[in-house]
């Protein structure tokens, strides 16, 4: 077995944060929430302030806490996975190193945003926190927020460096790019995580070679997810499609109305199955109409998740 995946499991859990009716940081909340994933076993591993954690919208200091609190809480029941992705590579080293200092052995680091870089200023930038940083890094890979595509032969490149361990790839961006950084990276680490990080995209991804998925819906469907692997090392495609259905109706339905980010739609959903307050999305992400929240919520009635 790939030694990230026995360490980390195939389903990673971007955990959503909550928020009081400022929109301060719900510390309470937030490790509530922990332990209800943790009891109810939604995932294998929880990843602090990643894309659903509305990182982008989170102070330095906020995000540290966050990793404190996800910490203390998870107890070592889970492990525990940093998102620490800047737009500086200064910034993104510090934090990288602050979750270092909390015991934090592997960083999700998205590609820095708002800038642009190119190829070479992907990798140079990589290659900087690889080399001032004891933790293992797993590359996040998302064009429609930070304006690039990490390629291929830059993934490659970065594969060689000892503490380059994987990648996370949005994949219903580039459908077909979770084959190009297996192809890309195979000869030069075979142990090379390869995950995606799009719920819709489960199924052409697993057949591609995708050994996990980073998922936002985990916390209402981790268990259809952790069935739906299962089915398919069985060979048992029909019942995984059964599986996949619902959570693709669900997570297509978050995308309303054009929202690239589903959180505003998400985070009321995990509410109402959860019965955890996480509070309205941070500004400037506006919170669901009446009329989005009923779509999601019928939805969860036919399917089950709802009485």
């Given at each position: 077995m790939?030694?990230?995946v026995?360490?980390?499991g195939q389903?990673?859990l971007p955990?959503i944060?909550p928020?009081?009716?400022?929109?301060e940081?719900?510390y309470?909340?937030?490790?509530?929430?922990?332990?209800?994933?943790?009891?109810?076993?939604?995932?294998?591993?929880?990843?602090?302030?990643g894309?659903t954690g509305?990182a982008?919208?989170?102070t330095?200091?906020?995000r540290?806490k966050?990793?404190e609190?996800a910490?203390k809480?998870?107890?070592?029941?889970k492990?525990v996975?940093?998102?620490?992705?800047?737009?500086?590579?200064?910034?993104?080293?510090?934090?990288t190193?602050?979750?270092?200092?909390?015991g934090i052995?592997?960083?999700?680091?998205?590609?820095?945003?708002?800038n642009?870089?190119?190829?070479?200023?992907?990798?140079?930038?990589?290659?900087a926190?690889?080399?001032a940083?004891?933790?293992?890094?797993?590359l996040?890979?998302?064009?429609?927020?930070?304006g690039?595509?990490?390629?291929a032969?830059?993934v490659r490149r970065?594969a060689a460096?000892?503490?380059?361990?994987g990648v996370?790839?949005?994949a219903?961006?580039?459908?077909t790019?979770?084959?190009?950084f297996?192809?890309?990276t195979?000869?030069?680490?075979?142990?090379f995580?390869?995950y995606n990080g799009?719920?819709?995209?489960?199924?052409?991804?697993?057949?591609?070679?995708?050994?996990?998925?980073?998922?936002?819906?985990?916390?209402?469907?981790?268990?259809?997810i952790?069935a739906?692997?299962?089915?398919?090392?069985?060979g048992?495609?029909q019942r995984?499609?059964e599986?996949?259905?619902?959570?693709?109706?669900?997570?297509k339905s978050t995308g309303?109305?054009?929202?690239?980010?589903p959180?505003s739609?998400?985070?009321p959903?995990?509410?109402?199955?959860?019965?955890?307050?996480?509070?309205p999305?941070?500004s400037?992400?506006?919170?669901?109409?009446?009329?989005?929240?009923?779509?999601?919520?019928?939805?969860?009635?036919?399917?089950g998740?709802?009485?």
């Amino acid at each position: 077995m790939n030694q990230f995946v026995e360490k980390y499991g195939q389903i990673l859990l971007p955990l959503i944060t909550p928020y009081d009716a400022n929109e301060e940081v719900d510390y309470g909340k937030y490790a509530e929430l922990i332990e209800y994933l943790i009891q109810n076993d939604l995932c294998d591993s929880l990843i602090v302030t990643g894309t659903t954690g509305e990182a982008s919208l989170l102070t330095f200091d906020e995000r540290v806490k966050l990793m404190e609190t996800a910490v203390k809480t998870a107890a070592g029941r889970k492990p525990v996975i940093a998102g620490t992705g800047c737009a500086s590579t200064k910034e993104t080293i510090a934090l990288t190193n602050k979750a270092v200092d909390l015991g934090i052995e592997t960083c999700l680091v998205v590609c820095p945003f708002y800038n642009k870089p190119t190829q070479e200023g992907l990798y140079r930038h990589f290659k900087a926190l690889a080399e001032a940083t004891k933790a293992d890094i797993m590359l996040y890979n998302i064009p429609i927020f930070v304006g690039v595509n990490l390629e291929a032969e830059t993934v490659r490149r970065l594969a060689a460096l000892p503490n380059i361990v994987g990648v996370k790839d949005e994949a219903g961006i580039n459908p077909t790019q979770v084959t190009d950084f297996f192809l890309a990276t195979q000869d030069v680490d075979p142990d090379f995580a390869i995950y995606n990080g799009d719920d819709v995209m489960l199924l052409p991804t697993i057949v591609q070679g995708a050994m996990g998925l980073v998922s936002g819906g985990a916390h209402i469907f981790g268990h259809e997810i952790r069935a739906i692997f299962k089915a398919f090392a069985e060979g048992d495609n029909q019942r995984a499609k059964e599986l996949f259905v619902p959570i693709y109706r669900f997570c297509k339905s978050t995308g309303q109305n054009g929202r690239i980010l589903p959180n505003s739609i998400l985070r009321p959903a995990i509410e109402l199955v959860t019965g955890i307050h996480l509070g309205p999305a941070r500004s400037p992400l506006a919170p669901a109409t009446e009329e989005e929240m009923a779509v999601t919520t019928a939805i969860l009635r036919e399917i089950g998740k709802l009485n």
